[in-house]
């Protein structure tokens, strides 16, 4: 089941689709449900009484008649993973426990949903403006202290992140402060795929696309830490709740095509097949079982009166 959230000219609400780009609006279907996944999550984590309701029920709108909003609008926590692939790790240079993940956090603002404008600074203040594909999960059933071999049971569902980076502000804050969360910086869509649908997390692969051209593409089974390890390390010290994310991590550059010539080097390490998203791009990440979440880039349209100089 592919379930995702929506806006339609100021109505927000939550959608299941049944066509390639027809689905139901919850709304109709179930008029008392709430109209924020998070909050349906809440109440249903496994999402039965969604699938129940739309049973044999027919398509009432497309996705050409709403913008995407993030599947998970305001999560009470996203939780994000550095260093998450061998290769990303080898290509960087840097080391990382073996033992612990790396985590930071990433706030609602920063998340724009499929089809939704990111946002690339200014140049005056960051040139250094990445991509990283990665699979989101989702939690359902809320725990602490979950145990490895049961961690699976706590996720409702999957989906795609393009967790977009400004490196000359990682290098400032040290990784993972103001640069991991510029405004509509990341993505997050295009839809919810639950786990009877999308299996295995190891058995899929996430590919990264900038203006057509493939720029990652990797085995999700490459993770230093899979998906269980990471919802059983998190619930050693926070209740993991419904709606709550956790951005998997990205894997390593592929190399450039020919005749291409690597970036400068602005943020805290130089990786030679990373090339910078620029206003005009288009980016997209692709997981099988998933979809594609695709999401133009345009130049961040704040007005700013004096623009601070480049450090």
């Known amino acids: 089941m592919k379930v995702l959230s929506y806006n339609n000219n100021g109505h927000h609400g939550v959608g299941v689709m049944v066509g390639d780009k027809e689905f139901v609006d919850l709304s109709k279907a179930v008029p008392d449900m709430p109209m924020d996944l998070r909050k349906i999550i809440e109440i249903d984590p496994s999402l039965e009484s969604v699938r129940a309701a739309i049973d044999g029920r027919p398509a009432d709108m497309s996705i050409d008649d709403i913008e995407f909003d993030p599947v998970i609008r305001e999560p009470h926590a996203t939780w994000a993973l550095a260093l998450n692939y061998k290769l990303h790790i080898e290509e960087t240079g840097l080391t990382t426990s073996p033992e612990y993940p790396q985590i930071f956090q990433r706030m609602p603002i920063c998340q724009v949903g499929h089809n939704q404008a990111l946002w690339a600074p200014n140049p005056k203040i960051a040139e250094a403006y990445d991509y990283e594909?990665?699979?989101?999960?989702?939690?359902?059933?809320?725990?602490?202290?979950?145990?490895?071999?049961?961690?699976?049971?706590?996720?409702?569902?999957?989906?795609?992140?393009?967790?977009?980076?400004?490196?000359?502000?990682?290098?400032?804050?040290?990784?993972?402060?103001?640069?991991?969360?510029?405004?509509?910086?990341?993505?997050?869509?295009?839809?919810?795929?639950?786990?009877?649908?999308?299996?295995?997390?190891?058995?899929?692969?996430?590919?990264?696309?900038?203006?057509?051209?493939?720029?990652?593409?990797?085995?999700?089974?490459?993770?230093?830490?899979?998906?269980?390890?990471?919802?059983?390390?998190?619930?050693?010290?926070?209740?993991?709740?419904?709606?709550?994310?956790?951005?998997?991590?990205?894997?390593?550059?592929?190399?450039?095509?020919?005749?291409?010539?690597?970036?400068?080097?602005?943020?805290?390490?130089?990786?030679?097949?990373?090339?910078?998203?620029?206003?005009?791009?288009?980016?997209?990440?692709?997981?099988?079982?998933?979809?594609?979440?695709?999401?133009?880039?345009?130049?961040?349209?704040?007005?700013?009166?004096?623009?601070?100089?480049?450090?």
């Open 133 to 311: 594909a990665e699979l989101a999960v989702i939690i359902g059933k809320p725990g602490r202290h979950i145990r490895r071999e049961n961690a699976l049971q706590h996720v409702a569902g999957y989906s795609c992140y393009n967790e977009g980076s400004v490196r000359e502000y990682q290098r400032q804050n040290r990784q993972f402060g103001l640069g991991k969360n510029f405004e509509r910086s990341g993505s997050f869509g295009p839809w919810l795929v639950t786990p009877d649908e999308f299996g295995d997390p190891a058995d899929h692969s996430v590919v990264f696309r900038l203006n057509g051209i493939e720029r990652q593409n990797a085995r999700i089974s490459g993770m230093l830490f899979d998906c269980s390890r990471l919802i059983e390390y998190l619930s050693e010290g926070y209740t993991l709740q419904p709606g709550d994310v956790i951005v998997t991590g990205s894997p390593g550059a592929l190399p450039l095509q020919p005749g291409e010539k690597p970036e400068d080097k602005l943020g805290p390490v130089f990786v030679e097949g990373q090339l910078h998203m620029r206003a005009g791009d288009f980016s997209e990440v692709e997981i099988d079982g998933i979809g594609i979440l695709a999401n133009p880039v345009v130049e961040d349209p704040t007005s700013i009166k004096q623009l601070p100089m480049k450090n």
